[in-house]
């Protein structure tokens, strides 16, 4: 377990977490492997987990009855995976599929959400982690939005 | 760092009169974009510097702007790659081996390859602005051990429409030159990235302060990339673009592509960002 706990406090989503903190966190994690074409989750389970990804790389895909499965996103080693488990109802809403063999910290959302109610200031710092993930992301999907690379016509 | 200037000399006498170029080949790159190669006088060869452009006539239709995608040493081809979008360029697409084609140039301002000299170097390129970047890479692999890291990153719409496939492979497995390719969108056999260009940015390995950037594409990805390296720390100092406006002359004479003071023509298409930030991010001109 200490060794988990040395990741979790070494990676940038949790670096500078309280290290009282960090032991909470480090108590809801585990150590996953995803073989390449393997499912992480799947659109309107219940989202009771996210990944901090160690090493590989998950596509995030979307289910168009026409199209079949289009990758609309791609997350690899540093990236965190899943803010589902933290907005009610927890339900995934996309598939993510490991695109090659993943390593990750798959962390227990509902374990992480009960020691959140139980401490605010464990919820606020996760939080505060979170929003700037969420933004990232909705300012990729904005300019994405803007057709980067046509001239917009 | 200053833009360096045009030392080329443009091949033709009268810079306002098009030189009859014939096609040597024709390659299909993606459903809208080709590389037409075009055979110069055996005895001048076709001398230029990376992100200079030439006008393209076809004969009877128009006369377009197209940046030069070959490699600079190599005199005895000349190579432009063009997306067809509008009346010139559907009419180039459906040039053939033999036709032949109106040359004048060439024209504008380069890459600031010399300013790069000793420093990392990161090209970011988006849709058919790898294009006019392709000679600037040939140059730097030319010299590479005059350069730290060497950095490509490039964005397009979808796997489809990369372009230059084959040699972005090839520039992959360099193990001294790093490459990455993101696309907007894909289907599930796609193993590479999806995200916007600028994503990449973020964890693309060079050191900021020392660093010279090249960015092309279209004005709005040109916009977010230059924030995203800046948000990394590379001065505005040290970021060049390549701008696209319609040209007419091409030689700074009718004004057609006055841009505020500049004229892209020749003050441009290459200008250090921070000439012509002011300019950038205004609404009308
Ligand atoms: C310095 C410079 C270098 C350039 N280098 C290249 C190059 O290497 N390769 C290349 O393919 N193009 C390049 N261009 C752009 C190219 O000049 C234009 O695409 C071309 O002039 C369009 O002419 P057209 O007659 O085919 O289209 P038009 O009939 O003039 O336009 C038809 C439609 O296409 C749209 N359009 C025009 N230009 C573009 C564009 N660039 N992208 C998307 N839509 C457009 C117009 O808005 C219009 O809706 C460069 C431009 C400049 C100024
Ligand atoms: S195109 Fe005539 S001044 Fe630039």
Known sequence: MENLENIVSEHPFLKGLDPQYIQLVSGCASNVRFEAGQYLFREDEEANWFYIIRQGKVAVEAYAAERGAVIIDTVEEGDVLGWSWLIPPYNWHFDARAIELTRAIALDGKCLRNKCEHDHNLGYELLKRFAHIIEQRLEATRIRLLDLYGNGK | MATESNSMNTIVPNPMLPQPFAVQRVRRETHDTFTLELSPSEKHGFKFSPGQFNMLYVFGIGEVPISISGDPTRQKTLVHTTRAVGTVTKAMYKL??????????????????????????????????????????????????????????????????????????????????????????????????????????????????????????????????????????????????????????????????????????????????????????????
Not at chain 2, 155 to 174: S, V, Y
Not at chain 2, 255 to 279: A, N, Y
């Open chain 2, 96 to 285: 053939k081996r033999g036709d032949v084609l109106g040359v004048r140039g060439p024209y504008g301002t380069q890459w600031p390859i010399g300013n790069a000299l000793g420093n990392d170097v990161i090209i970011v390129a988006g849709g058919i602005g790898l294009a006019p970047l392709r000679p600037a890479i040939y140059q730097l692999l030319s010299q590479r051990e005059k350069f730290g890291k060497i950095v490509i990153l490039y964005g397009t719409r979808t796997p489809d429409d990369i372009l230059f496939r084959k040699e972005l492979e090839q520039w992959r497995a360099r193990f001294d030159l790093e490459v990455h390719i993101t696309v907007d969108r894909a289907m599930s056999g796609w193993r590479g990235s999806v995200g916007v260009v600028t994503t990449l940015i973020p964890k693309a390995p060079f050191d900021p302060l020392n660093t010279v950037a090249m960015v092309c594409g279209p004005e709005i990805m040109m916009r977010y990339t230059v924030t995203e390296l800046q948000k990394r720390g590379v001065p505005t100092n040290d970021i060049y673009i390549s701008m696209e406006r319609n040209m007419k002359c091409a030689i700074g004479l009718c004004g057609h592509c006055q841009w505020g003071t500049e004229f892209i023509c020749k003050d441009g298409p290459v200008f250090p960002f921070s000439e012509i930030k002011s300019l950038f991010v205004r609404r009308e001109l």
